[in-house]
């Protein structure tokens, strides 16, 4: 088993920026990947971004070169720098971990950007 809290959200104006943060803690050395995910009201969660235990990187185009995944092994956390937000990055987070045929989620963080 794998647990995952979030932090980091809030309300910020167009233009700003946030940092989410999501420790793990439990069966740590079972997980391959780690990524975070958003869900805005009335539509499917969608992936964010993704980071391998290789460090490969991937990103949702609407968020490329505006939000930065990394991994503090050491930390065992997971950060999304998020810059340049835009109102429609409004949604919901959440942090997910993935290994051994398992799937594991955070309860969200709340994310407002107002215009």
């Known amino acids: 088993q794998v647990q995952l809290v979030e932090s980091g959200g809030g309300l910020v104006q167009a233009g700003g920026s946030l940092r989410l943060s999501c420790v793990a803690s439990?069966?740590?050395?079972?997980?391959?990947?780690m990524g975070w995910y958003r869900q805005a009201p009335g539509k499917q969660r969608e992936l964010v971004a993704s980071?391998?235990?290789?460090?490969?990187?991937n990103y949702a185009d609407s968020v490329k070169g505006r939000f930065t995944i990394s991994w503090d092994n050491a930390k065992n956390t997971v950060y999304l720098q998020m810059d340049n937000l835009k109102p429609e990055d409004t949604a919901v987070y959440f942090c997910?971990?993935?290994?051994?045929?398992?799937?594991?989620w955070g309860q969200g963080t709340q994310v407002t950007v107002s215009s």
């Open positions: 980071i391998f235990s290789g460090g490969h990187t």
């Open positions: 439990g069966n740590i050395a079972s997980i391959d990947a």
């Open positions: 997910n971990a993935d290994g051994w045929g398992y799937e594991y």
